[in-house]
């Protein structure tokens, strides 16, 4: 019995943690709420394929290094350097396959940080499960109850932040017309995301012979999160500027009417819309509501991309199409 509890316990610690962060951070997402099944892809991806892909690849640099220097030394360089570095880069090939099949679904900087945080969430949720099942087998459930106070709590938001660094870098550079931006922003977003790993794993290493190192930790962390929820409030309110500013045009074309428009402008009046009508029981009309304003707000933001790159014809093609498809939808809602 106390086996099975200790299992559960660790199931529970590991994951449930990082899958309500996960739902925390999928809300800021508010005019244009990224696909589900994309969204699901990121968490799996960090919680299979980039735990897997770096244990191999730290397994394997772990035999040179550890040939050359003293066993502590190894442990330091692995978790200050080659944990960050093989972690980061795995985590991040999942934002690299998105930005290349998916290249659409990222249109702000908003959209970056939202993938890299769901990697990360779900590379933490397996990592968390591993660290836990070793401390229940070496310290019983008070080990497991104080690593998981630590690691999904003080410590939860660490893989979120250090991935959806390397994915505000994309998005910055997918969606800048800069040229140094966009080749230097995402290698910059990928060794920031790699730093900060560093510095919070060193500290934690250091910490647990000196103590004080894990202020560093600590600041370091939250002041990254501090940043990264900076930015995310700042992109989502220039998301709705864009919204407001974009779709006047479209109101005077008949694309939608002007009730419409004040209430897709507003992410409350969305809310309160959608609600009313899946009170009413009429369930299509409410998937009909969230498709329609979802639309009509990539419709938004392909014309804010046009601005920035008036040459690209694929996104003035688009545009035409989404604005047939919401002057179609007008009448469904």
């Not at 709590?153 to 959806?164: D, I, K, S, Y």
């Not at 045009?249 to 819309?273: F, I, P, W």
Request: charged share 15%.
């Amino acid at each position: 019995m106390a086996i099975l509890l200790g299992i559960l316990l660790v199931l529970a610690a590991g994951i449930l943690p990082m899958a309500v962060y996960a739902l925390i951070l999928w809300w800021f997402d508010r005019y244009e709420k990224e696909p589900l099944g994309l969204l699901i892809a990121a968490f799996l991806w960090g919680a299979i394929p980039a735990i897997i892909f770096s244990l191999i690849a730290q397994l394997v640099l772990d035999i040179p290094i550890s040939y050359f220097v003293s066993p502590a030394a190894s442990d330091l360089v692995g978790s200050v350097l080659i944990a960050p570095l093989t972690e980061e880069i795995f985590k991040g090939a999942a934002l690299l396959l998105l930005l290349l099949l998916f290249r659409r679904e990222i249109d702000s900087p908003l959209d970056g940080i939202i993938y890299g945080g769901l990697v990360g969430f779900g590379f933490a949720a397996v990592e968390n499960v591993l660290y836990f099942s070793s401390e229940l087998a070496e310290s019983g459930l008070g080990g497991v109850i104080f690593l998981a106070i630590l690691r999904a709590f003080v410590f939860g938001f660490n893989h979120a932040l250090f991935t959806g660094l390397t994915g505000l870098g994309l998005a910055l550079g997918r969606t800048s017309p800069n040229k140094l931006v966009k080749v230097g922003a995402p290698v910059a977003g990928l060794l920031a995301g790699m730093a900060a790993h560093g510095i919070h794993n060193g500290s934690v290493s250091l910490g647990a012979e000196l103590c004080w190192p894990c202020l560093v930790a600590f600041a370091s962390d939250y002041g990254g999160v501090l940043i990264l929820l900076a930015i995310i409030i700042w992109s989502s309110v220039r998301e709705q500027r864009w919204i407001t500013t974009y779709l006047v045009e479209e109101v005077e074309l008949g694309t939608l009417s002007q009730k419409d428009y004040d209430v897709v402008c507003s992410y409350l009046e969305r809310v309160a819309v959608r609600m009313n009508v899946l009170f009413s029981g009429d369930f299509r009309r409410w998937w009909n509501l969230g498709r329609y304003h979802r639309l009509a707000t990539e419709l938004a933001f392909n014309k804010h991309r046009l601005t920035l790159f008036p040459t690209e014809e694929n996104t003035r093609a688009h545009i035409v199409e989404l604005r047939r498809q919401v002057a179609g939808l007008g009448d469904t809602p």
